[in-house]
């Protein structure tokens, strides 16, 4: 594997700024991480963000990140947050990543899944658990979502899944399910709606909520009048 082909997987349709990471856990497995604009500026996911999330809600603690950049976007504050070893290279350090891809059957029941995942989420401020499962046509990718001490570092399970999906090659969708086990209903906040407004924007969100029962939505429904601009596209 190549940085080339980790680049092609960034999603940079307003920068053209390919980027790419790669981090090591303390177990000594491997999770990439790659850029994913959003329209909305702020809420671009950068990659050493998104490859440090993906360790996290895998229950893995990260030691070192391999990056072609060392000036990459958030480097500093999670080389600070989990005193990592910054290592710049010409070459990823291994040719295979760890798969987060699942393969499931038509019939797939998400829920018994998404309640054993609120046990992977990383939610020390809050103390409010979310799981979050992206499906593609033949599987799928989870999310939990990932605090840490910088509040506007932390990010959402749905956004998790995302990145996790973008970053093994997987952009074409089918659903998305979401399910908390506290609170009124299980929602996308609104940045995640932004984000899934732009990336899977004519989809099923079901979202299973905390009193059993469930609901369905039209992902564009979840946010009327979400930020559009021809402007802004390159």
Same mark, same amino acid.
């Given at each position: 594997?190549?940085?080339?082909?980790?680049?092609?997987?960034?999603?940079?349709?307003?920068?053209?700024?390919?980027?790419?990471?790669?981090?090591e856990s303390?177990?000594?497995?491997?999770?990439?991480g790659?850029?994913?604009?959003?329209?909305?500026?702020?809420?671009?996911?950068?990659?050493?963000?998104?490859?440090?999330?993906?360790?996290?809600?895998?229950?893995?603690?990260?030691?070192?990140?391999?990056?072609?950049?060392?000036?990459?976007?958030?480097?500093?504050?999670?080389?600070?947050?989990?005193n990592?070893?910054?290592?710049?290279?010409?070459?990823p350090?291994?040719?295979?990543?760890?798969?987060?891809?699942?393969?499931?059957?038509?019939?797939?029941?998400?829920?018994?899944?998404?309640?054993?995942?609120?046990?992977?989420a990383?939610?020390?401020?809050?103390?409010?658990?979310?799981?979050a499962?992206?499906?593609?046509?033949?599987g @799928?990718? *989870?999310?939990?979502?990932? +605090? %840490?001490?910088?509040?506007?570092?932390? /990010?959402?399970?749905?956004?998790? !899944?995302?990145?996790?999906?973008?970053?093994?090659g @997987?952009? *074409?969708?089918?659903?998305? +399910? %979401?399910?908390?086990?506290?609170?009124? /209903?299980?929602?996308?906040?609104? !940045?995640?709606r932004?984000?899934?407004?732009?990336?899977?924007?004519?989809?099923?969100?079901?979202?299973?909520?905390?009193?059993g029962?469930?609901?369905e939505?039209?992902?564009?429904?979840?946010l009327?009048?979400?930020?559009k601009s021809?402007?802004?596209?390159?």
């Amino acid at each position: 594997m190549s940085w080339n082909s980790l680049y092609e997987r960034s999603y940079v349709p307003y920068s053209s700024d390919n980027s790419a990471c790669v981090v090591e856990s303390k177990s000594g497995k491997y999770y990439a991480g790659v850029r994913i604009e959003n329209i909305s500026y702020p809420l671009t996911i950068p990659a050493v963000q998104a490859a440090c999330a993906i360790c996290l809600s895998e229950g893995e603690i990260p030691v070192r990140i391999y990056t072609e950049d060392s000036a990459s976007e958030q480097l500093d504050y999670w080389a600070g947050e989990f005193n990592l070893e910054i290592i710049e290279t010409n070459d990823p350090p291994v040719d295979d990543l760890e798969d987060l891809f699942q393969t499931s059957e038509e019939d797939f029941d998400a829920l018994p899944r998404l309640k054993s995942l609120l046990d992977k989420a990383v939610a020390p401020n809050s103390d409010f658990p979310v799981s979050a499962i992206l499906f593609t046509e033949d599987g @799928y990718f *989870e999310g939990v979502n990932v +605090e %840490v001490s910088a509040w506007t570092h932390g /990010i959402c399970a749905e956004r998790v !899944a995302i990145s996790k999906a973008f970053a093994a090659g @997987y952009t *074409e969708f089918t659903r998305l +399910e %979401v399910h908390t086990r506290k609170g009124e /209903i299980s929602s996308p906040c609104g !940045a995640c709606r932004q984000v899934i407004s732009e990336l899977l924007p004519y989809h099923d969100i079901i979202l299973h909520h905390s009193d059993g029962t469930q609901s369905e939505h039209l992902s564009l429904d979840l946010l009327p009048f979400s930020f559009k601009s021809s402007a802004l596209k390159k």
